[in-house]
């Protein structure tokens, strides 16, 4: 039970450790691109192309949709990025229960934007969990977890991918874990629970009111996807990378500052890397110039508008 890329590689670690897949659970297509037309998750795609039987329901909340899963008759659900919540009846269908990989270790970063969340909040490491669901967010017992540095430039791209592909072999060993009886899952913490909201889109606003380093961890925690953002000569254009910069004198916050995209902030300074317009590709910081000149001197505002 999977939607985005996020969740691919665990499907694919699933079917290679031979295990029989009865039925691939999926978000209904969704309208995308520029015709906006109904496209297939990354998880539908990669299943359907393997022949294995996709479901893409609506809600699992319906008593059809709810008999359908349990005439199944799994041993367990694996669930990863699903974005369904599973009522208590699918919880408690499969024999040995419903199995959740977490990119985080719970119980920091509950909910739905652990990734972003632990590098905005300027975490030194995260890592995956693999625990059995029950009715609450994120709550269930955890039966292994792996541990992931956050490198200094790291952004959330580059940390989903790994943590995916970390995640996807957790999987694997924890359910031959729990089918041999040997692995036992432990209850959370009670201390540290912390909650990663959904990115809402003005969070994405770069205020250069704030400091050099908390917007930088805001770029690369927004990276590649959704993308931090400001608007000038009425353009949203988003920064996809950008490197703090320490200023011996502090400068007028949005104030550029050379001929290099070196933006000047309430503490410090952003030298900005990679600049994307709207319905362009993204750029390296001179050829973007070359196209959208900001010369020194030019303010950036630091309101929404």
Known sequence: MGTPDFALPALKALAAAGHSIQAVYSQPPRPAGRGQRAQPSPVQAWAEAEGLAVRTPESLR?????????????????VVAYGLILPRPILTAPRLGCFNLHASLLPRWRGAAPIQRAIMAGDAETGVAVMRMEA??????????????????????????????????????????????????????????????????????????RPAAELDRLIRALSPLPGAWFNLRGERLKVLAAA??????????????????????????????????????????????????????????????
Not at 175 to 183: D, E, F, I, W
Not at 189 to 201: E, L
Request: glycine share 12%.
């Open 62 to 78: 319906d008593a059809a949709a709810q008999a359908a899963f349990a005439a199944l008759g799994v041993d367990a659900a694996v």
């Open 136 to 209: 609450g967010l994120d709550t269930g017992p955890v039966l292994l977890e792996a541990r992931q540095p956050i490198g200094p430039r790291m952004n959330a791209g580059e940390l989903h991918d790994q943590l995916a592909q970390t995640g996807a072999g957790l999987m694997v060993e924890a359910l031959a874990g729990v089918a041999s009886g040997r692995l036992e899952a432990r209850p959370q913490a009670d201390q540290g629970v912390s909650y990663a909201a959904k990115i809402a889109k003005e969070e994405g606003h770069i205020d250069w009111q």
């Open 244 to 305: 703090p910069l320490t200023l011996p004198e502090p400068g007028q916050a949005g104030r550029v500052l050379d001929d290099s995209l070196t933006i000047a902030c309430g503490e410090g300074a952003l030298r900005l890397q990679i600049v994307q317009r709207a319905g362009r590709a993204p750029l390296a910081a001179d050829a973007f110039l070359r196209g959208f000149p900001l010369p020194a001197g030019t303010k950036l505002l630091s309101s929404l508008s």
